[in-house]
């Protein structure tokens, strides 16, 4: 079974850091693309970082660019999210996301993890 | 950047009933576009891929359309489990910036 499981989500200092971790099971990892997709309390979705298959490529959202850095470890099949500065808008669940190729050209999140949560707060 | 709006924000539905949802971007995505379903308290799921693609193991019921700044979603008949929040997302710019819409959110009437 394909599968994707978050943990590292916490109560944080504004300012303060944190390092999320993705563990992924079921699939070939260092084949595919990942991502970290966020959602504040309420709110809709926000794509956050892209990871390729080697780990040779990223690309962060403007909101997050130099202060959170995507990065994984394939010979452990785990993907992590190391967050610094963070801020109270960062509050959010995480989502970690497999990046699917169904078809040619169609880069799409086919599968999430069940999210883990990153308050900001003093 | 493209901004992704859908509509309406609410849209209420008796079972049985269709359901039509609606995403527009701010400039042409082609046919880069996908849709999700997110109950509560769960993490969103793939339904439609490339505009029109049911992904795998989507009911029938589930279609999409559109191509370029304007999308639809139509769920042909309302079932129990379809009530939930309904995002589109465009991956014009992959690997950078992608963006959702704000959902729809598809309630009992």
């Known amino acids: 079974e394909v599968q994707l499981l978050e943990s590292g989500g916490g109560l944080v200092q504004p300012g303060g850091s944190l390092r999320l971790s993705c563990a992924a099971s079921g699939f070939t990892f260092s084949s595919y693309a990942m991502s970290w997709v966020r959602q504040a309390p309420g709110k809709g979705l926000e794509w956050v970082s892209d990871i390729s298959g080697s780990g040779g490529s990223t690309y962060n959202a403007d909101s997050v660019k130099g202060r959170f850095t995507i990065s994984r470890d394939n010979s452990k099949n785990t993907l992590y999210l190391q967050m610094i500065s963070l801020r109270a808008e960062d509050t959010a669940v995480y989502y970690c996301?497999?990046?699917?190729?169904?078809?040619?050209?169609?880069?799409?999140?086919?599968?999430w993890g069940q999210g883990t949560m990153v308050t900001v707060s003093s | 950047e493209i901004v992704m709006t859908q509509s309406p924000a609410t849209l209420s539905v008796s079972p049985g009933e269709r359901a039509t949802l609606s995403c527009r971007a701010s400039q042409s995505v082609s046919s880069n576009l996908a849709w999700y379903q997110q109950k509560p308290g769960q993490a969103p799921r793939l339904l439609i891929y490339?505009?029109?693609t049911r992904a795998a193991g989507i009911p029938a019921r589930f279609s999409g359309s559109g191509s370029g700044t304007e999308f639809t979603l139509t769920i042909s008949s309302l079932q129990s489990e379809d009530f939930a929040v309904y995002y589109c997302q465009q991956y014009n710019n992959w690997p950078l910036l992608l963006t959702f819409g704000g959902g729809t959110k598809v309630e009992i009437k």
């Open positions: 490339g505009a029109s």
């Open positions: 996301s497999k990046v699917g190729v169904p078809a040619a050209g169609t880069p799409v999140f086919d599968i």
